[in-house]
């Protein structure tokens, strides 16, 4: 199944908002309002990207991308999920896959891609390590753990 992700514009939010993510799973990411909110207001970086995961039409998981224009080490996946239809199924290696390509093609500069996760959210914290996500034993103000990935 191909992946690809397209920017969250006019056309698609809609979509986007209606992502769905199992009751016990809600507390470890923003929503997609949030997300959206996020880009509009910028509150951390000067570039502040919000993009869907789909298969082919269908809308699968939402992500942002906040980051600072022509730096090295400033890039930071946030509010990654896919839609609890899709979870289980290797969906979130392959996403995870493709937005690290992506951000390789796109953003040429870029050395490193952090996130963070919460301390509670096992299964993602695994998955960012299977992928080469390394903890820094650092937190931020939110006490999240921040992983980093050395892209080149």
């Not at 009751?23 to 929503?31: F, Y």
């Not at 699968?60 to 991308?65: D, K, M, P, R």
């Not at 946030?78 to 609890?84: E, M, P, T, V, Y």
Request: aromatic residues 14%; hydrophobic residues 35%; negative net charge.
């Amino acid at each position: 199944m191909p992946y690809f992700q397209s920017r969250c514009s006019n056309y698609n939010w809609e979509q986007a908002i209606e992502i769905s993510l199992h009751e016990n799973q809600k507390h470890l990411v923003p929503s997609i309002t949030e997300g959206l909110a996020y880009a509009y207001i910028k509150p951390w970086d000067e570039a502040f990207d919000p993009y869907v995961l789909q298969i082919e039409d269908q809308v699968i998981g939402f992500f942002y991308l906040s980051y600072t224009p022509e730096s090295l080490d400033n890039y930071w996946i946030g509010g990654f999920q896919i839609d609890k239809k899709f979870q289980g199924q290797g969906m979130g290696k392959r996403a995870l896959r493709a937005i690290i390509d992506f951000l390789t093609d796109k953003h040429p500069l870029c050395h490193v891609l952090s996130l963070t996760v919460e301390r509670d959210n096992h299964i993602a914290q695994h998955l960012y390590t299977s992928m080469s996500f390394v903890s820094e034993n650092l937190t931020n103000s939110d006490d999240e753990i921040i992983y980093r990935l050395k892209i080149r």
